[in-house]
């Protein structure tokens, strides 16, 4: 299996790296890295992980993390299987803090950047008016080289820093726990669920995965995510859930055995217990807030 965190990402001759990513499916490894990155979904569905944090994904996801911060945009299941009516798109941007020198944003007036890139160590999911002005930026950036590229980079670090059209990811305080030693673990794990969690879990097979028995693997898989094994599978369970309510094709109790519950009163306790709602609840807010059609359409 290849190692998650042998990226290509830095450039030998460029202070910054920006793709294009046009592939069947997005990179399937969790893995960090030492950069800042900021990546815009173009095109594909699925789960976002970031730190201790799991939610769908779809396109218009665009968010800025910083570095060390774990993270996996996992495509789909349809995205693997090969038809090429499934594709992904993306843009990414790549740096460390120290692209422009060691001291360059220690200077005074790059105060407000410097509070960015400590708000971007939870990551930061970036909506509204600065999404659409971000992305513009990003697509510009594509063409640009030299200092004109370094310019449009230092613009969009400016738009972030002087807005707050964002949400903090990951929760208060978190802070990595893993040692790069311990990734491949942790993506075996990560497969494991990723693959099964619509039909059933067993944990004594997650734990042989990840070498332990099934009490040491609790206690390691609790201090390292800020979750028990079993709230990581019930929010991806609910995430799904969420994706299925409101593509609203299924009934309710359908969409609660297709996300891998086993009864409805408990997909209906989980629900409202992560989202604050009921599911169907849920399917009605989403209803009321989505784009609908005018009269005259």
Same mark, same amino acid.
């Given at each position: 299996?290849?190692?998650? #965190?042998?990226?290509?990402? *830095?450039?030998?001759?460029?202070?910054?790296?920006?793709?294009? $990513? &046009?592939?069947?499916?997005?990179?399937?490894?969790?893995?960090?890295?030492?950069?800042?990155?900021?990546?815009?979904?173009?095109?594909?569905?699925?789960?976002?992980?970031?730190?201790?944090?799991?939610?769908?994904?779809?396109?218009?996801d665009m968010v800025f993390v910083g570095p060390d911060l774990p993270h996996l945009w996992r495509s789909d299941e349809v995205y693997f299987q090969g038809n090429p009516a499934f594709t992904t798109h993306g843009i990414v941007v790549y740096f460390t803090e120290d692209f422009l020198g060691k001291d360059f944003f220690e200077k005074y007036e790059m105060t407000k950047l410097k509070h960015l890139f400590l708000n971007a160590s939870r990551g930061l999911e970036i909506s509204g008016v600065?999404?659409?002005?971000? #992305?513009?930026?990003?697509? *510009?950036?594509?063409?640009?080289?030299?200092?004109?590229?370094? $310019? &449009?980079l230092l613009e969009m670090l400016n738009l972030l820093a002087n807005s707050n059209e964002y949400d903090f990811i990951s929760s208060l305080g978190y802070t990595n726990p893993f040692k790069t030693s311990e990734t491949e673990r942790m993506h075996k794990v990560h497969e494991y669920v990723l693959n099964n969690y619509r039909t059933s879990i067993n944990l004594t097979e997650v734990a042989s995965l990840a070498g332990m028995a099934t009490a040491a693997f609790c206690r390691y898989f609790k201090a390292r995510t800020n979750k028990t094994f079993?709230?990581?599978?019930?929010?991806?369970?609910?995430?799904?859930?969420?994706?299925?309510?409101?593509?609203?094709?299924?009934?309710?109790?359908?969409?609660?055995?297709?996300?891998?519950?086993?009864?409805?009163?408990n997909f209906n306790k989980q629900f409202k217990d992560l989202k604050g709602q009921t599911p169907s609840q849920f399917r009605v807010a989403f209803g009321d807030t989505s784009f609908k059609k005018s009269p005259q359409s």
């Open positions: 299996m290849r190692n998650p #965190l042998n990226k290509s990402i *830095e450039s030998p001759n460029h202070s910054f790296t920006i793709k294009e $990513l &046009k592939e069947p499916y997005f990179d399937p490894n969790w893995h960090f890295h030492p950069h800042y990155q900021l990546f815009v979904v173009l095109e594909g569905t699925g789960t976002r992980f970031i730190g201790d944090n799991i939610k769908h994904f779809e396109a218009g600065l999404h659409d002005k971000i #992305l513009i930026y990003m697509k *510009e950036l594509l063409l640009l080289q030299g200092f004109e590229a370094i $310019l &449009k079993s709230d990581f599978v019930s929010e991806l369970r609910v995430g799904y859930a969420c994706k299925l309510l409101m593509e609203d094709k299924l009934s309710v109790t359908q969409v609660c055995y297709e996300s891998g519950f086993n009864t409805l009163s």
